[in-house]
């Protein structure tokens, strides 16, 4: 059978897509190869893109040739997908990881696409599986998960075809299901944080205070030392900590740099800094029993959950303080403002993440808006709406009610 190592092209002719490829095959009569023009009818162009066309017309050539694109391409099912996910894939990519998150990805993978598709061939592998595989995690797994798992697959099968192990992407028409498990979004009161901080020590009230006032990150809160202080107002964050490992490094770009303190916030670090056992400039802020760096795991569980019990909240932990802060300060500041406080790389995370809705506020802006629209005025020149005859004052009255 002859072999072709192109992907041949489409040609729309009337309503319908054709496909055309080259093959060389051996002449019966001369016993000399020739090159030969196959062509293929594909479907209507109302019933698929060119995109689609292309694919349908790989899939052709693959399933009439057996082994296309080069020698990486086989039929016979000897690329099963976790050897190319070990072998191939996870190699590739480990350079783009960071080591801890590596082990993270790595575990999840295992957990959500290898334990299912370990022993399937690569190229029996289709969207329906695919699809019916995602729709199960997503009974059982957080909607991050589950879009995790989308993605993992996405850039799996997508390395497959750039390697040329296989001819198209079962992922391309993938979904995140639509009914995923409810994203938790529980945001405290002002009230909330106050009666927090008064039921603290004031090692607990110093750390929560730092925490909610410059919402840091739990890597970034332990690994504060004394030195980062300047006595006065700024903190300067040049090192995180996880898993009881210092890096030079943060969460993102803008991770690290000098912030800003209240002279309040300044005066309570102060006072900490006075009655805290070490004062030395390499001591951490917050050390744990042995004076290294605290885990925010132990924190969690010793100090915020029996402080979530006394407040009677379902639970409180370093998560749910950045969105609390988040959300409370949207009145505030600006999106950006609040992006720059939390040190995001994108706005987008900021606004859709961590910033929740407050019905109160919506109430108000919905009486703001009638406000506006029932209050009389005269239509200005040269415009045929009818606009409010309000002095600036007056509008900003309305507008900041």
Not at 145 to 162: G, M, T
Request: a positive charge; hydrophobic letters at 35%; one cysteine or more.
């Amino acid at each position: 059978m002859g072999k072709s190592h192109q992907a041949g092209w489409v040609v729309l002719r009337g309503k319908r897509w054709y496909g055309y490829f080259r093959r060389r095959v051996l002449d019966p009569q001369t016993e000399q190869e020739r090159v030969d023009t196959v062509c293929v009818r594909l479907d209507l162009k109302t019933q698929m893109t060119k995109f689609e066309a292309r694919d349908a017309l790989r899939a052709e050539i693959n399933k009439q040739a057996g082994q296309q694109l080069g020698d990486r391409v086989r039929k016979d099912s000897s690329v099963t997908f976790g050897w190319f996910v070990r072998n191939r894939y996870f190699p590739l990519r480990e350079g783009d990881w960071r080591p801890e998150t590596a082990k993270i990805k790595k575990i999840q993978i295992e957990q959500d696409l290898l334990s299912k598709f370990e022993d399937v061939p690569l190229d029996m592998v289709d969207r329906f599986m695919l699809q019916t595989h995602l729709n199960n995690l997503a009974t059982r797994l957080s909607q991050d998960r589950v879009k995790h798992a989308r993605s993992y697959l996405k850039s799996i099968f997508d390395e497959a075809i750039r390697q040329d192990f296989l001819l198209t992407d079962p992922t391309r028409k993938l979904k995140v299901p639509n009914h995923l498990r409810p994203k938790d979004k529980q945001v405290l009161t002002w009230g909330q944080l106050r009666e927090a901080l008064q039921k603290c020590s004031q090692r607990d009230r110093a750390l929560l205070m730092l925490d909610m006032t410059s919402a840091l990150r739990p890597s970034e809160l332990f690994a504060l030392r004394w030195r980062s202080f300047d006595n006065r107002n700024t903190l300067s964050i040049t090192e995180t900590v996880y898993k009881g490992q210092l890096r030079p490094f943060g969460k993102t770009r803008k991770s690290l740099g000098d912030i800003y303190l209240p002279s309040g916030l300044a005066a309570e670090l102060l006072r900490w800094k006075q009655t805290c056992p070490n004062r030395s400039p390499d001591t951490f802020m917050f050390p744990n029993s042995e004076g290294g760096a605290m885990d925010t795991g132990n924190y969690r569980n010793r100090g915020l959950k029996p402080l979530a019990e006394k407040l009677k909240v379902p639970k409180l932990n370093f998560q749910i303080l950045r969105r609390t802060m988040a959300t409370r300060a949207q009145r505030m500041g600006s999106v950006k403002d609040i992006q720059a406080h939390l040190r995001h790389s994108k706005a987008d995370t900021t606004a859709n993440e961590y910033m929740q809705e407050l019905p109160g506020s919506v109430k108000q802006m919905v009486g703001s808006v009638y406000s506006m629209l029932t209050k009389k005025g005269k239509p200005r020149k040269g415009s045929g709406d009818l606009l409010p005859n309000a002095t600036n004052r007056g509008e900003e009255q309305i507008v900041s009610c």
